[in-house]
Structure formats: C-alpha cells, structure tokens
C-alpha cells in the first residue's frame, strides 16, 4: 500500500490503477489487524491524494498515530496534509515530530521544509532545509525545495542553479522538476530559456505519459492561462494526486482570480 501510494507520483503509467491498488492492500492489512498503523496511514494517503476526502483522511491520520506514536512516517504524511490544508502551524508540529522520531531521514528532514514553503517564509524554508542536504546533497526533493525557497525570496539565479544540480544528475530530469526551471526562468525574464523548456516539456508528453497537473504548471508560469486551466481540467478528471498542492502552489498565483481555477478549488473542497 505505502509503494503504490508513492509510485503514483514517480511514474509514467496509470496513476488511477496505483490508487486502487494501494486502497485495496491498505484494507486487506487493516482487515487482518484493525489496529496497525501502516495501513491507515497509507489509506489516509489514497483517501486524500484521489477521493479528496479530507476529513476521511484526517481520521486514518489521527488512527494511525493512536495506534503506533512513534510512526515517524504518519506524522510526516499528517503534517504534509496539513501543508497543503493551509494549517500551517499544526502541520509544523507533526513535521518536527517526524524528524524528532526519525533524524537520519533525509524525506521527514526535507518535508518539515513544506509548511514554511507554502506560507512564504522562505528564509526560515532554507534553514530547514539545511539538514536535510547535510544528510544528502543530491536529495532531489531538497533541492527542488531550496530552489523554491530562493525563487520566493527573489534570488531566482541562485534558485537556477539548485535546479540546474538537480537536473544534471541521473534521474534528476523528471517533468515536475522541469516546470520548477521554466518557472524560475521566467521570473528571472529569461523567456527564451523558460519556452524552450515548456516546448521540450510539450514533445515529451506527445511520447509518454506526463500529468496534466505538470503541464498546467508549465504553462502558468509562461502566461499561458487558457493551456494551463485546461490541463488543470483534465488533471481533475483524472484525479491526479499532485492537486492536492493546487491550494499553495505559488505557480498558479496570477490565475487565483480565475473563475475556473475557483470553480476546482471549490469541486475539491479547497476553496476556504
């Protein structure tokens, strides 16, 4: 269940199929022992990343963790969520909890990162951050994180090349990475470099599956509201996981005015 849950956010194929298949082993663990926490935290995943069932996920959250308290990856799932609900500062409890039980994780040391990155407190993002890439300067995630971080101070070449390290090594190339350049490209003003990205983005998906949630971020960031309001579209019929960011994604700023983009927010119950 927890490998299908994350593998729908690493790979190319049906994400629909990973999301039934994590909900179904999630409850045949649960069905043989009500009282794990694994399982209901990796039911609380499926329950909020494709049915957006918030207060639904909440509960395996809150079930998890009466069940094993020391479950360092409940507290980092929880205080995730909580990110992306906006509850900043619970989220920062369950985040500091997950790294208090698990400090040699390189993920929980990262995620704590999350609700400071979301409510614009990027200096404070880069200090927590900082352990993180002490455990793994190549940590992929961390290094995403820290060019964001430097994106929304303003220090956008500083951020190029957090996400120019991250690209130039293997693996480090992926789709969601990609829009994090064109974006800093384009708040930099080099449109030119941001196109060139966003059209080598556009040839990729005409060969392989890439989200739509991926491209609408794409787009945003170049201006083009009518391409990335429509990928938006689809990514919601295909219940892609990465909405559940949509709330604090800073990508999509210049189009929170938009009818459509209120009327998904709305349809996901993020509209608040």
Known sequence: ADSYVVLQFFSHTERNDFFQKAKAAAEKALSLDRDLAEPHAALAMYKQLYEWDWEGAESDFEKAIA??????????????????????????????KAVELDPLSVSANTARAAPYL???????????????????????????????AYDGLGNHKEALAQYQKNISKPGGGSPYFTTALINSYARDGQKKEAQGKLNGLIRLAEIMPVSNYVLARGFASLGYKEEALEKLEKAVEERDGLLIILRTDRTFDALRGEPRLQKILTDMKLNY
């Open 118 to 148: 979301a409510s614009g407190r990027y200096a404070e993002a880069i200090e927590k951050l900082k352990p993180a890439l002490e455990l793994d300067e190549n940590f992929s995630l961390a290094l995403l994180y820290m060019g964001r």
């Open 67 to 96: 069940a094993n308290p020391n479950y360092a990856t409940a507290h980092q799932w929880y205080g995730e969520f909580l990110s992306s609900m906006g509850r900043f500062d619970e989220s920062t409890v369950e985040l500091e």
